[in-house]
């Protein structure tokens, strides 16, 4: 069947757009990547071009001389701990209030809902000097805590849409055959749960990975630098060194990993957004 012109002129308004945002998107990333394969004065001869020779000396002066390496094992404990941190104070306390009925639950939860529209800059004084007295400040451990803390209400609001999809029957029949209520929690929910936690887990991943402002306020060694600071730095040394493919060097190695892993679970991501968007 042919189609008609209208049909063809609505799919060309629908698509065109998202090519053109594709691209816009991409070019730079492209461009970036490149980058990080040519010399200085590669890069101030001929910006927009392809690389003469694929030279991997960014890399390296990235890697070692900039100590873009401890940076990196920096961000990966932060990211790790405050992501398996998050989930453990998140899980519990979402089937607290979605299962095991009490007064105050509803406005617990509209309280953990209320919390996400709070701006997270409001407490990074209050948390500057409540770090300091417990001598976490300068610490990867104290921000991985400040990270899972941060986005407790976001995890909560999330797993709890999830959990509510799962049949009440199943819990009361594990409960007949002896599971405790932590057994029905990690043996039961949790499991049924995978496709939302696996989703928050990225994206909360993804956030600490990429996250600056409070690993600025937070930490103040080069040695606890994580990856977005180790960059910054980096950035501003580019200026009067004029280590620019260095600098793309160390973007390139910030955000292939966040690329790999979203592209790894892009399905699960979407597939977890969409389960848990309305409760059963």
Do not use: C, H
Not at 62 to 73: G, K, L, R
Not at 74 to 83: D, F, M, P, R
Not at 109 to 137: E, K, N, R
Not at 201 to 230: D, G, K, P, V
Request: charged share 10%; aromatic share 14%; no cysteine.
């Amino acid at each position: 069947m042919k189609r008609s012109v209208g049909e063809i002129l609505g799919r060309a308004g629908i698509r065109i757009p998202l090519i053109l945002w594709t691209i816009a998107v991409l070019y730079p990333i492209l461009w970036m990547f490149l980058g990080s394969f040519k010399s200085n004065a590669e890069i101030y001869r001929n910006p927009w071009g392809l690389p003469e020779t694929f030279n991997f000396q960014n890399y390296a002066d990235a890697w070692n001389n900039y100590n873009i390496s401890t940076s990196v094992f920096n961000s990966l404990i932060v990211t790790i701990v405050g992501a398996v941190l998050t989930l453990v104070l998140a899980i519990p306390t979402a089937y607290a209030i979605e299962r095991i009925r009490f007064r105050g639950s509803n406005f617990l939860f509209t309280l953990y809902v209320s919390a996400m529209m709070i701006p997270m800059v409001l407490g990074w004084i209050p948390l500057f000097f409540l770090l300091m007295d417990l001598g976490m400040l300068d610490n990867i451990f104290g921000l991985a805590i400040v990270y899972a803390i941060s986005q407790l209400p976001f995890t909560i609001f999330v797993l709890t849409s999830f959990i509510g999809t799962i049949p009440k029957s199943l819990e009361e029949s594990a409960a007949i055959d002896g599971l405790t209520p932590y057994g029905v929690l990690w043996k039961i929910i949790t499991p049924l749960s995978t496709s939302g936690i696996i989703t928050v887990t990225i994206m909360n991943s993804i956030q600490f990975w990429n996250e600056y402002f409070m690993a600025l306020i937070f930490l103040q060694s080069s040695e606890n630098y994580t990856l977005a600071l180790a960059i910054d730095y980096i950035s501003s040394e580019a200026q009067y060194t004029n280590a620019w493919g260095t600098l793309f060097a160390s973007l390139v190695i910030a955000i292939v990993p966040v690329i790999i892993l979203y592209a790894i679970f892009q399905r699960r991501i979407a597939q977890g957004m969409t389960e848990g968007a309305i409760k059963g």
